[in-house]
């Protein structure tokens, strides 16, 4: 049985913005890890996250669902922004913040359903 992806739009606009050489890597390591998720160096914080490196400065983020058989590919970019991106979603609105402690995968249509009901 083989891995599903996911990811969001804003992955995919990240990944076209790399440089040319760095893209091509991290097209090949997607394919790495499709074939086997656990490639990458488990991060602390959540327990189905995983970082793998691209080049010296340079990082792709994504999680493992086992149960689902799914990767969510979160994050690729200069690993400076990486950082960034974590401090920023340990700021999330209380309404999504459990969501995420939880570990669960939702869709950017479940978070806008979220945000617009909680206004």
């Not at 049985?1 to 739009?9: F, T």
């Not at 656990?38 to 959540?46: A, E, I, M, Q, S």
């Not at 401090?87 to 939702?106: S, T, Y």
Request: aromatic letters at 14%; charged letters at 25%.
């Amino acid at each position: 049985m083989s891995w599903q992806s996911s990811y969001a739009r804003s992955f995919e606009k990240d990944l076209l913005a790399l440089p040319d050489d760095i893209r091509e890597r991290a097209l090949f390591l997607i394919g790495q890890i499709l074939q086997n998720p656990f490639l990458g160096k488990k991060l602390k914080g959540r327990p189905n996250r995983y970082s793998v490196r691209i080049g010296r400065d340079y990082r792709m983020v994504y999680s493992v669902y086992k149960a689902q058989r799914l990767i969510d590919l979160e994050f690729v970019g200069d690993r400076k922004d990486a950082y960034r991106w974590f401090r920023h979603e340990r700021n999330l609105p209380p309404a999504l913040a459990w969501i995420f402690a939880a570990g669960c995968c939702i869709t950017f249509d479940c978070i806008f359903s979220i945000n617009r009901g909680a206004a």
